[in-house]
T-cell receptor
Framework: GQQLNQSPQSMFIQEGEDVSMNCTSSSIFNTWLWYKQDPGEGPVLLIA?????ELTSNGRLTAQFGITRKDSFLNISASIPSDVGIYFCAGQVGGGATNKLIFGTGTLLAVQP | DVKVTQSSRYLVKRTGEKVFLECVQDMDHENMFWYRQDPGLGLRLIYFSYDVKMKEKGDIPEGYSVSREKKERFSLILESASTNQTSMYLC???????????FGNGTRLTVT
């Protein structure tokens, strides 16, 4: 199946640093979602974006829906050890009841105390 | 909060066994999905359902079937489990319009 280009693949940072990751696609999306997944757990929704240009924050997390509708980024400020995990994006193409989501390949984040 | 519950966190089954993975959601969502997640391959859609008794094949339906007899429940069936079906299985539900996809906690299936 189709996957979104997500970068970077992995990041190894020090506690307190800011983090930025992004997803790009050749397709136009109507929705962008960002998830975090801890080892052995299901993905947990972090932020949902529904309009081009939308900038949304959730605590130390900020995400934006690109104005071209083909990209999105997620920023984490002042990282802490519990931020460790895999982050991935998901985008919805088009609209309709039977639509599926396309997922990014994931960014592995490691935070050193 | 939406809750998507998968009945088992860990399962160990033998090759050839019939396996049922159950998923229940409590938010009256129309759409439900089954994915499998493998290292390096990301999330791959097995089957989805947009209404009771309706099902659509995803990207990798071979070796699987599904059942949606009630709106809140979506079952994934492995008719004859094989070792290449060892994986993390994730159920998800979705209202679709201006709402996010919600995942369950996952079922780690090992087929020996």
């Amino acid at each position: 199946g189709q996957q979104l280009n997500q970068s970077p693949q992995s990041m190894f940072i020090q506690e307190g640093e800011d983090v930025s990751m992004n997803c790009t696609s050749s397709s136009i999306f109507n929705t962008w979602l960002w998830y975090k997944q801890d080892p052995g757990e299901g993905p947990v929704l972090l932020i949902a974006l529904y309009k081009a240009g939308e900038l949304t924050s959730n605590g130390r997390l900020t995400a934006q829906f690109g104005i071209t509708r083909k990209d999105s980024f997620l920023n984490i400020s002042a990282s802490i050890p519990s931020d460790v995990g895999i982050y991935f994006c998901a985008g919805q193409v088009g609209g309709g009841a039977t639509n599926k989501l396309i997922f990014g390949t994931g960014t592995l984040l490691a935070v050193q105390p | 909060d939406v809750k998507v519950t998968q009945s088992s966190r860990y399962l160990v089954k033998r090759t050839g066994e019939k396996v049922f993975l159950e998923c229940v959601q409590d938010m009256d969502h129309e759409n439900m999905f089954w994915y499998r997640q493998d290292p390096g391959l990301g999330l791959r859609l097995i089957y989805f359902s947009y209404d009771v008794k309706m099902k659509e094949k995803g990207d990798i339906p071979e070796g699987y079937s599904v059942s949606r007899e009630k709106k809140e429940r979506f079952s994934l069936i492995l008719e004859s489990a094989s070792t290449n079906q060892t994986s993390m299985y994730l159920c998800a539900s979705w209202r679709v319009y201006n709402s996010p996809l919600h995942f369950g906690n996952g079922t780690r299936l090992t087929v020996t």
